[in-house]
């Protein structure tokens, strides 16, 4: 681990994890980095512990800045393991019974996951903490992402630790927004549909808040990724956006296929929302990971699901993706079922079922085809797709 002193006396400390490409479900092709940060104050504070497996690269971090013992204070602004993991090694390292503040969701987290005791100091929401030159203040971002998040700021070097938000699974040698430019965004983008879509309405009234008692920010410093130094307004407006998920003339056709029937009802349905000035893809479950159709997702104003129907029920990529997509509660969107089937054909059925329980607006009963789509068949499908376009602002 390189230690980067991002501001004076304040450091980050990256554990680059360069070969993760599974992060529980989610595709992280570029891999993943877990911050913590050390600040050299009269008490010495550590945020954060990254991850179990970089427990030792971290404290061999600190060891390059400072004697680990002289750590007086360790902030926990998250309780996931990927933050957290490594607390345990860390506190045996630099002494069990030094102060470990924490929300009070933390607390209770933190003591659910570790069966020593820490000499935990739950914090309250507005509380601060003096380091010496240094005022701490703590926020509560409750399921940012999830009930024990908070953000730590660090009043007088304006720098906010933001845990989970703002952060981006992507491993590099570069610390900063400006040393990576544009490249970061997708990465940020992928992200935030993926792991913090559910909690849109909570960003949206988190960045109205931070914007009415006027955070002022030289540093926004996620504990993924890298940090936003040239303009942290840029990822703070990207929130804002995403958020807001207002749907665009765009729609995905998500399906997956036995013997191509299914395959050739997605593409004409494709062809047809073409034809009425939509951008519409075809995404093959087989062929496009989860977490990368869920990025689409994010600014799609309809989503068309088909399925064969296999044993009497779906296709199995197809119930793995609407789970997903389920538990991510995108908002705004229209939708739409089609599938091919032998005998029973309850494909299509389920499917709307799902995507009535997720909250979306089916506006069509959808398209069912036995075996083989024919002309007429095909036609149905693109009459389903001129449908869809309608239902998609201009
Ligand atoms: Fe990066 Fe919710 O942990």
């Known amino acids: 681990m390189k230690p980067v002193e991002i501001a004076k006396g304040i450091y980050c400390l990256p554990a680059i994890d360069w070969n993760i490409r599974d992060f529980h479900g989610y595709s992280v092709y570029k891999g993943s980095t877990y911050n913590a940060y050390l600040i050299l104050d009269e008490k010495v504070t550590l945020i954060d512990a990254v991850k179990k497996e970089f427990a030792d690269d971290l404290i061999k971090g600190i060891s390059q800045i400072i004697d680990p013992k002289k750590i007086d204070c360790v902030i926990s602004n998250h309780t996931e393991m990927d933050h957290s993991g490594g607390l345990s090694r860390v506190m045996h390292r630099i002494g069990e019974d030094k102060p470990l503040y924490c929300s009070k969701m933390g607390h209770k987290n933190l003591s659910k996951h570790f069966q020593q005791k820490f ?132 729609a995905l056709v998500i399906y997956d296929t036995m013997w191509h029937s299914t395959e050739a009802m997605a593409e004409a349905i494709v062809e047809s929302l073409g034809d009425e000035g939509v951008d519409a893809k075809p995404l093959k479950l087989r062929a496009s990971h989860r977490s990368d159709i869920i990025t689409e997702v994010l600014d799609a104003g309809a ?23 389920k538990g991510l509660k995108p908002q705004n969107k229209v939708a739409a079922a089609f599938g091919s089937y032998g005998w029973s054909g309850e494909a299509v059925k389920l499917i709307n079922q799902e995507l009535e329980a997720a909250g979306f607006k089916v506006i069509d009963p959808g398209v069912r085809i036995n075996y083989v789509p024919d002309e007429e068949s095909l036609e149905a499908c693109r009459e389903l797709g001129k449908k869809i376009a309608q239902a998609l602002p201009a």
Not at 127 to 155: C, Q, V
Not at 220 to 228: R, S
Request: charged residues 25%; glycine residues 6%; aromatic residues 12%.
């Open 119 to 250: 000499n935990y100091h739950p914090v309250e929401n507005g509380g601060e903490l003096n380091i010496g030159n240094r005022t701490l203040s703590f926020m509560e971002t409750r399921m940012l992402h999830w009930p024990d998040s908070m953000f730590t700021y660090a009043k007088e070097d304006r720098i906010l630790f933001a845990s989970d938000a703002f952060g981006q699974h992507y491993a590099s040698l570069e610390r900063f927004d400006d040393e990576v430019g544009d490249e970061i965004m997708p990465h940020a983008r992928k992200y935030f549909a993926n792991i913090l879509l559910p909690y849109a309405p909570l960003i949206l009234k988190l960045v109205a808040k931070v914007k009415e008692i006027g955070l002022a920010l030289d540093l926004l410093c996620p504990d993924h990724g890298i940090i936003w130094r040239k303009d942290p307004s840029k990822i703070i407006n990207a929130y804002v956006e995403w958020s807001e998920q207002k749907p665009k003339r765009k």
């Open 303 to 325: 989503i068309i699901i088909g399925s064969p129907t296999l044993n009497n029920g779906l296709f199995p990529t197809v119930s793995d993706f609407l789970t997903y997509m």
